[in-house]
């Protein structure tokens, strides 16, 4: 009996198919070890133009001519997040994202993604200037949280402090995994430290400021949210 030899030769290619004494003229590669067919992914990825090497994809909410790069992690974690903004798209006077951060960063990391957020037309809430002085601070979050498409929580060293802690952030954090409609974003640390201060948060794949600026973290945010 002839002998496939794809263990030695492999067979990348349909001369290789056709060579091999086994398997040529049969059409179609079956796999080492008897796996089924290769079919193609949805999507073809390239190699990405913008921002370094690795493999790309175009979102189908990415406007045309966007110069806005993805990763194709990013467009399977981003998705359904999608899905979501365009179901709670006829809701009345909501704001487009809300904005989940430390104390520590309000002025500083949170700020900055607020500023780059509304430069490009987002709108959010953000308590630094939603919440009234004097007001009961959760309550407003509570109306925050219900007048906003989708939440993106800035993951910081200062956030996961905060987190240990069980504070404000914590309470908001809750109510935003509870909505399934949450982004995080991790500034100055990593997806492991989040991980072990929060397994649950820390398994929802986001956006990263160690693998893009944050100018470019706010123009992928800008596209999710755009209707």
């Known amino acids: 009996m002839a002998r496939c030899t794809a263990p030695v030769h492999g067979h990348r290619t349909a001369s290789g198919r056709a060579a091999c004494p086994a398997c040529g003229g049969s059409g179609g590669y079956r796999g080492y070890g008897g796996y089924g067919s290769y079919s193609s992914p949805s ?92 007001t009961p601070l959760l309550r407003e979050i509570d109306r925050g949280l219900a007048k906003s498409r989708v939440g993106i929580v800035l993951v910081t060293p200062a956030l996961l402090r905060r987190l240990r802690g069980e504070g404000i952030a914590d309470k908001e954090l809750s109510a935003l995994l509870a909505r399934d409609l949450l982004v995080p974003i991790v500034h100055g640390t990593t997806y492991d430290a989040l991980r072990e201060v929060s397994p649950l948060l820390g398994s929802r794949s986001g956006l990263s400021t160690a693998e893009d600026t944050m100018a470019n973290v706010a123009a992928k945010l800008a596209e999710l949210v755009a209707l």
């Open 43 to 134: 999507y073809s990825p390239s190699r990405s133009s913008v921002g370094g090497s690795g493999s790309s994809a175009r979102p189908k909410w990415s406007r045309a001519g966007s110069s806005v790069a993805y990763t194709t992690a990013e467009v399977r974690a981003l998705t359904p997040i999608r899905e979501n903004v365009e179901r709670r798209a006829p809701l009345p006077d909501v704001r487009d994202v809300f904005l989940c951060h430390a104390w520590d960063d309000r002025t500083g990391a949170a700020k900055d993604l607020h500023d780059l957020l509304e430069s490009r037309g987002v709108s959010v809430w953000f308590s630094e200037k939603d919440v009234a002085l004097g």
